[in-house]
Nanobody, 115 residues
Framework: EVQLVESGGGLVRAGGSLRLSCAAS????????IGWFRQAPGKEREELSC????????YYADSVKGRFTISSDNAKNTVYLQMNSLKPEDTAVYYC????????WGQGTQVTVSS
């Protein structure tokens, strides 16, 4: 069974940074594309970024391009999301999942950006 567990969220001031981690078990990270998503209260879940399986190609939504960076440490079976220049509108629960077709959703990790 594939499990993806998110961590690294927290409370940060606007302009600050956080690094989220997505630890994979039951699968090799390099065998599938992994994406980061977020859902803010009252809003639909949003695709933010993904990293490809074989070539490590990346994708970013316009809302985070230039501020967020996705990376992968295949030896640790972990995908990271480095988030810089955080804004209050980045406040949400962040999730990782298979991309482009997500599986079951985990608990996510809460990111709160204060103004």
């Amino acid at each position: 069974e594939v499990q993806l567990v998110e961590s690294g969220g927290g409370l940060v001031r606007a302009g600050g940074s956080l690094r989220l981690s997505c630890a994979a078990s039951g699968t090799n990270r390099a065998d599938r594309a992994i994406g980061w998503f977020r859902q803010a209260p009252g809003k639909e879940r949003e695709e933010l970024s993904c990293i490809g399986s074989s070539d490590g190609s990346t994708y970013y939504a316009d809302s985070v391009k230039g501020r967020f960076t996705i990376s992968s440490d295949n030896a640790k079976n972990t995908v990271y999301l480095q988030m810089n220049s955080l804004k209050p509108e980045d406040t949400a629960v962040y999730y990782c999942n298979a991309f482009p077709v997500p599986g079951s959703w985990g608990q996510g990790t809460q990111v709160t950006v204060s103004s």
